[in-house]
């Protein structure tokens, strides 16, 4: 049992908050179907955690004659295919969520999405109220893994990054949390517990999370 101290928390939304990750990735291969451009899981992964404008950036190479504004539209029209995979709220998040908030812990959502695409999903959850400060894609220059997003948050909750902790599933949100100055907690919900290697600590979920008086939080099997 590990207990870490905090004085505020950034949460990031998708695969953190809810597990939208086979959504997403439907969603990314339906784009490179309709171009006639192959894709593996290696490709739809470098999406994860990230703005979908810099990774079309990155791959325009593979849409000779299309530009990356073009790309991303068509990807976010697909978002209301009726087809794609459920998303669900991921084990424990909402309730680490009030947990903080009653315990009058200052908290954020750092995420890649627009705030179009965040307010639904938030809501949904019921927990959009909680949140002090929701950082979105719309709110930065540079996404993750550079640490914008979470420097904003901080700001945001006039707080030292380094008394805050924040929760991410991917790779590049964890590079974002430690070039941030955080403590970083790995949920392993879309990647393996070695891609996030990198973070402070690593959970299967959000279950294995308690706030205590402190406050501070209760990583099980610390």
């Known amino acids: 049992m590990e207990l870490i101290p905090l004085t505020g928390a950034a949460f990031d939304m998708d695969g953190t908050l809810i597990d939208t990750e086979p959504r997403n990735r439907v969603m990314w291969a339906r784009l490179f179907d309709a171009h006639g451009v192959p894709c593996d899981d290696a490709l739809l992964s470098s999406f994860t955690g990230r703005r979908g404008r810099e ?6 190479h593979l849409f000779p004659g299309r530009e990356v504004e073009e790309l ?17 709220p991921v084990p424990g998040a909402v309730e680490l969520v009030r947990g903080l908030s009653a315990a009058g812990v200052p908290i954020a959502v750092v995420t890649s999405g627009m705030w179009g695409y965040a307010e639904p999903i ?24 550079h640490p914008e997003g979470f420097l904003a948050a901080a700001r945001l909750l006039g707080l030292d990054p380094a008394g805050m902790v924040a929760f991410e599933d991917a790779p590049a949100g964890v590079a974002a949390v430690r070039a941030a100055g955080m403590t970083c907690i790995g949920v392993s919900t879309t990647q393996t517990a070695d891609a996030l290697a990198e973070a402070d600590r690593v959970v299967p979920n959000l279950k294995e999370i308690d706030v205590l008086p402190g406050p501070a939080l209760r990583v099980s099997g610390g």
Do not use: C, S, Y
């Open 72 to 88: 991303f539209q068509q990807a976010v029209a697909r978002e209301n295919d009726p087809d794609l995979p459920p998303a669900h």
């Open 55 to 60: 990774v079309l950036a990155e791959l325009l």
């Open 122 to 145: 938030l809501t949904g959850l019921g927990v959009l109220d909680l949140f002090d400060a929701v950082v979105t894609a719309d709110d930065v220059t540079h996404g993750k893994p």
